[in-house]
């Protein structure tokens, strides 16, 4: 059997209980949504939905959970393999396909992690949890992943996904000019193969909002500074004219549109009004707050 005792010294009972019984779907089982599943269940999550319409390929196997024992297999049934031998109690829903395809998968879920590079998707994936006040967490990694981002976003308390793009993701941006927010001509971010141990810092960071989220009610839970963090791998300008030092981070709350067509009005008036109603459009660097996020990581001889 799995030893858990490392991980419930630091989670405490209460939050392994919670976990045990929380259901997460990963929508994109690639290189960001096969570690993120790897993460949390490493973690204690068991109950797992996973989707996406893909199998393992040679090209793969440098940027993947996945090996070359799993090559031509549906990545859903690769990384549910993988969960299961990490952690025996895992119980996984793999559906194959795209989920538009699926659209049941979000009901009945506790937190939903958008693993997908396709902007449409995105919108639908938003969408589909606002309509089950869902929370989400969603992940993006720029360009030969210098660096990226994480977004948890709670449906009905601040921004929906469409605000935080229409801050985040500029789709009128010069196609000559780099902007590692920018989105190439089908929709996906301007984004070519990183190395692996950059792609798993993102994937990581979005695994550790992800768990944070589950913790939620237990004493485990930390409140975090805001509701994205943009993470820079190599020395990046996140901010114009201000150099992010490699391995930095920087933390910053994006708000609602109060004229949102997704979370808007209609939307608004189903739900208690939050602070950001009425909130004035604000630069990228007014939103972000500058401090380098602190991370603490706890290391163990095995």
Request: proline share 5%; charged share 25%; aromatic share 4%.
């Amino acid at each position: 059997m799995t030893d858990w005792s490392r991980v419930s010294n630091l989670l405490g009972d209460e939050g392994m209980a919670l976990l045990a019984r929380r259901r997460v779907a990963i929508v994109g089982l690639g290189s960001g949504g096969g570690a993120v599943a790897l993460f949390l269940a490493m973690s204690g999550v068991q109950r797992f939905i996973l989707v996406d319409d893909d199998r393992l390929e040679e090209g793969n196997l440098l940027r993947h959970v996945a090996d070359r024992r799993y090559l031509g297999q549906a990545k859903v049934t690769a990384v549910a393999d993988l969960l299961r031998q990490r952690n025996p109690l895992v119980q996984v829903v793999t559906l194959k396909g795209r989920f538009e395809q699926h659209p049941e998968a979000l009901d009945d879920v506790d937190l939903l992690v958008v693993a997908v590079d396709n902007e449409p998707a995105r919108h639908a994936l938003n969408e589909a949890a606002l309509a089950r006040r869902l929370a989400a967490v969603y992940a993006g990694v720029y360009e030969r992943a210098v660096g990226g981002d994480v977004a948890l976003l709670r449906a009905g308390v601040g921004a929906c996904y469409a605000c935080w793009a229409a801050e985040l993701r500029d789709e009128e941006a010069p196609q000559d000019q780099p902007d590692y927010g920018m989105l190439g001509p089908e929709g996906t971010l301007a984004a070519e193969p990183g190395l692996w141990p950059h792609v798993t810092r993102v994937a990581a960071a979005q695994a550790q909002l992800a768990l944070n989220e589950l913790l939620r009610g237990s004493p485990a839970h930390e409140q975090l500074p805001g509701n994205t963090v943009l993470l820079a791998n190599r020395g990046l300008e996140i901010i114009e004219g201000q150099l992010t030092l490699p391995q930095g981070a920087i933390w910053a709350t994006i708000e609602r549109k109060p004229d949102c067509l997704v979370c808007g009005p209609t939307f608004r008036d189903q739900t208690p009004a939050q602070s950001e109603d009425g909130a004035q459009d604000l630069s990228l660097a007014e939103l972000l707050n500058d401090r380098p996020a602190r991370m603490q990581v706890e290391e163990h001889e095995e």
